[in-house]
C-alpha cells in the first residue's frame, strides 16, 4: 500500500514454495532481475552488484525511452538485501531503495519474504504529475514484477 504522508513507499509479502535460498538467488541476481523488466531494450553490466538498462515503459502511446540503474547494495544470503533502483526518463530522476527479509518456512522448503519500497527523491519536470499518477501504476508493475519472479523461481532446477 502507498505512503504519501512523507515519502512514497510500499511493501508486502509473499509467499514462495521453494527454499529461501533460491529465493534469494533469483532476486539478487542483476541479470536475471533486468531480464524481467518490460520491454527491455538493452543493459550494460557495470560491475557485480551494478546493472544500467534502457527500457521503453509508459502507459499507452506514451513510451519514453528510459534508463534504470540497479545496483545491490547490501546481501546476506539467504535472509536480507537491499538494492538502490535509479530511474531516469523525460527530464525526470527517481531514486528508490528496496529491501527485502526472507523467513524459511516447511523446514526449510519454502518461504516468506517481506519487502518495502521507498521513494528517496524524484526531481525533475515531471515529477509532481508522476506522483498523482504513480500508486495505482506503481501496483501494476509491482503485481507484474512478482508474477515474474514465481515463475522464474518455478523453472530453476531443484
Known amino acids: 500500500m502507498p505512503n504519501l ?3 512514497l513507499s510500499f511493501s508486502g509479502r509473499q509467499h514462495f514454495a521453494a ?3 533460491r529465493v534469494f538467488q533469483v532476486l539478487t541476481d542483476i541479470d536475471a532481475m533486468a531480464a524481467r523488466l518490460p520491454s527491455l531494450v538493452s543493459k550494460e553490466r557495470l560491475d557485480d552488484r551494478t546493472i544500467r538498462c534502457v527500457i521503453r515503459f509508459g502507459v499507452a502511446f506514451i513510451r519514453p ?3 534504470l540503474t540497479m ?9 536480507h538485501a537491499k538494492t538502490r533502483f ?8 527517481v531514486t528508490v531503495d528496496s529491501q527485502f527479509e526472507i523467513t524459511a518456512t516447511g523446514a526449510g522448503t519454502s518461504c516468506d519474504l517481506a519487502w518495502t519500497a521507498e ?11 508522476a506522483a498523482a ?26
Open 5 to 7: 504522508n512523507d515519502r
Open 86 to 93: 535509479h530511474i531516469e526518463a523525460m527530464g525526470t530522476q
Open 65 to 67: 525511452t528510459t534508463t
Open 133 to 158: 499518477v504513480a500508486p495505482a501504476f506503481v501496483k501494476q508493475v509491482i503485481d507484474e514484477g512478482w508474477t515474474r519472479v514465481h515463475d522464474d523461481i518455478k523453472r530453476l532446477p531443484r
Open 71 to 79: 545496483r545491490v547494495v547490501e546481501a546476506v544470503s539467504p535472509r
Open 19 to 21: 527454499p529461501p535460498e
Open 119 to 129: 521513494v528517496l527523491e524524484s526531481t525533475g519536470l515531471a515529477a509532481k504529475a
